[in-house]
């Protein structure tokens, strides 16, 4: 029995569960500490929300080395929403990944 074959490739198939997985087969750098901003998390951002903010740094359990933005599971943001956010990752010491707005 063959594999057979991928005709299109879902945005989640490559991801953070396939990597972590592969890791364990063959170690390579991999970085955890990268964040994906739930509409909760881009919320408090937005709003100032230190309370939701310290929880989401302590779920981390590091600093966040970089965040998703191209927020392909979320509602398009707003340029103003997607600067802020870029804002606040160089606040945290952290980096912007994938740039993508849709506006």
């Known amino acids: 029995m063959g594999a057979s074959a991928v005709t299109q490739i879902g945005k989640l198939l490559v991801g953070t ?3 972590s ?3 364990a087969v063959r170690p390579f750098e991999l970085i955890r500490n990268i964040g994906n901003l739930s509409p909760d998390v ?3 951002v937005m709003e100032g929300d230190e309370v939701t903010l310290d929880a989401y740094r302590q779920a981390l359990g590091e ?3 970089a965040a998703n ?3 392909s599971l979320q509602t398009a943001v707003n340029h103003h929403t997607h600067r802020t956010l870029i804002s606040w990752l160089a606040s945290e010491g952290a980096d912007a990944l994938c740039h ?3 506006d």
Request: proline share 6%; glycine share 0%.
């Open 17 to 19: 569960l396939y990597l």
């Open 100 to 102: 993508y707005r849709s």
């Open 21 to 23: 997985e592969y890791h």
């Open 69 to 71: 933005l191209c927020l």
């Open 63 to 65: 600093p966040l080395y």
């Open 42 to 44: 881009v919320r408090a």
